[in-house]
């Protein structure tokens, strides 16, 4: 079935340093969608791509989908103590289901 | 705030009894999907509903478990006979899906139901 990997597992950065979380699927992906997990929360929503090369940002956020649609990143500028969690991604196959990767947890000292 | 709403947020069971979880969508929203996440891991998902229709159940999902969505409005997800295995969170989402519309299908989650089976 489809599977999608995601690392790094973790990452600790200082304040103000990068960071990008990369996520790949088995198989080619109708949509990649994004989603934040703050500590004891549960997934909020972030942003979909569904286009091949999608580039979107959101403020210090910026997504890419790859040109197969079978790969996915979130890079985060400057990074910020409220950017803290677990960034998931979840692809689309040929079902109408999402499924998740293990997703990258950050933390950020400030 | 009209969002996905879960009941109840902590369950303590012990091994054996039956528990029921409740989730109630978005109103609009006719799809509900159960996930179950356990610590460290990313939601896996169990099944979903379009309307009060049961599309697909997991693999994972053992005979112990059921959920119905009667109404096509909220849903129950029991578990029979629970294991100290099921202990997890049980996240709800609902969405608004059609068929062959591929940038629809956003999911809005729930806060979810913690179960720990002693």
């Known amino acids: 079935g489809q599977q999608v990997m995601q690392i790094p597992q973790y990452q600790h950065v200082q304040e103000g340093e990068d960071f990008t979380t990369y996520c790949n699927s088995s198989?080619?992906?109708?949509?990649i969608q994004w989603y934040k997990q703050r500590p004891g929360g549960h997934p909020v929503f972030l942003i979909q791509l569904v286009k091949s090369g999608e580039v979107k940002k959101q403020k210090r956020l910026t997504f890419q989908f790859g040109e197969a649609k079978k790969n996915s990143s979130l890079h985060i500028t400057a990074t910020q103590t409220t950017d803290v969690g677990t960034y998931f991604c979840?692809?689309?196959?040929?079902?109408?289901?999402?499924?998740f990767g293990k997703g990258t947890k950050l933390t950020v000292n400030p | 705030d009209t969002g996905v709403s879960q009941d109840p947020r902590h369950k303590i069971t012990k091994r054996g009894q039956n528990v029921t979880f409740r989730c109630d969508p978005i109103s609009e929203h006719n799809r509900l999907y159960w996930y179950r996440q356990t610590l460290g891991q990313g939601p896996e998902f169990l099944t979903y509903?379009?309307?009060?229709?049961?599309l697909e159940k997991s693999r994972l999902l053992s005979d112990r478990f059921s959920a119905e969505r009667p109404k096509g409005s909220f849903s129950t997800l029991e578990i029979q006979r629970t294991e100290q295995g099921d202990s997890a969170m049980y996240l709800c989402?609902?969405?608004w899906g059609q068929g062959g519309i591929t940038a629809k299908n956003i999911q809005y989650f729930g806060a979810g139901t913690r179960l720990s089976v002693l």
């Open positions: 509903f379009q309307n009060e229709a049961q």
């Open positions: 979840a692809g689309e196959g040929g079902s109408e289901k999402l499924v």
């Open positions: 989402a609902s969405s």
């Open positions: 198989t080619t992906l109708s949509n």
